[in-house]
C-alpha cells in the first residue's frame, strides 16, 4: 500500500499498485523524453518549488500520487495511465504503441487481435 498526497496536500491511501511497477514506468516515460524530474513536475502543474521533490518520492517509490495526478503525468509524458499501473514488460509495451498510434493502426490491431467466440 503506497500513501500519496492529495491537491490538499493531506496524506491519502491508493489501492494495491505492485511495489516497484509505478515508479519503474514513471521514470521510464519521463527519461524518454528527456525532462528532469523537476520539468515533468511543473509541467503538471505542480509548485515549482515541491516539483523535484515529488516526482523523486514518486519514482522512489516511497509515495504514489492520486489518480487525477496520475492522469496529469500521463497527459505530460504522452502515455496511456493503463501504462504507469502495468506489471508486465510486454504488455506495457502494447499500450503505450496503441496509446501513440493513429487511430486507423488502432482499429487494424484491435481486428488482428479480435479473437471469435466459439
Known sequence: MYESYD???KMTRVGNVPGEVWPKRLKEART???L???QLGIEAGLDEFVAS???NRYELGVHAPDYPMAM???GVLKVSVAFFYCDNDEMAQMILAFHRAPKAARKRA???LHMPTP
Do not use: F, H, V
Open 72 to 74: 496529469r503525468l500521463a
Open 53 to 55: 521533490t515529488r516526482i
Open 110 to 112: 484491435i481486428a488482428a
Open 7 to 9: 491537491s490538499r496536500s
Open 32 to 34: 524518454a523524453l528527456g
Open 36 to 38: 528532469s524530474q523537476k
